[in-house]
């Protein structure tokens, strides 16, 4: 799997669980994909898959039947930022 270009967490994020200690794009952008997950507008506007597997890995959204939802960890990185 190629990581150049993708969104996938820094090592302190990984330990974490969380987008701190990410680069500052890096983070908005998963913010702002989470706020469309929570709020069911990822049809209008789709999340990448790249974006969809990073946020998979910190924990912060799981799959059920091909729709993401956000953990509790996703709702506690929304209501923190």
């Known amino acids: 799997?190629?990581?150049s270009g993708s969104a996938l967490p820094s090592a302190s994020a990984d330990r974490s669980g969380s987008?701190?200690?990410m680069v500052a794009s890096e983070s908005?952008?998963?913010r702002w994909a989470l706020r469309d997950i929570k709020a069911k507008r990822t049809k209008l506007s789709p999340i990448s898959q790249d974006d969809l597997l990073a946020l998979i890995e910190?924990?912060?959204i799981e799959m059920r039947?091909?729709?993401?939802?956000?953990t509790d960890e996703g709702h506690r990185a929304i209501n923190w930022s």
Do not use: Q, T
Not at 65 to 70: E, Q, R, T
């Open 58 to 60: 910190l924990g912060l």
């Open 65 to 70: 039947d091909d729709v993401a939802h956000l």
């Open 28 to 30: 908005i952008r998963l």
């Open 1 to 3: 799997m190629s990581c």
């Open 19 to 21: 987008l701190v200690g």
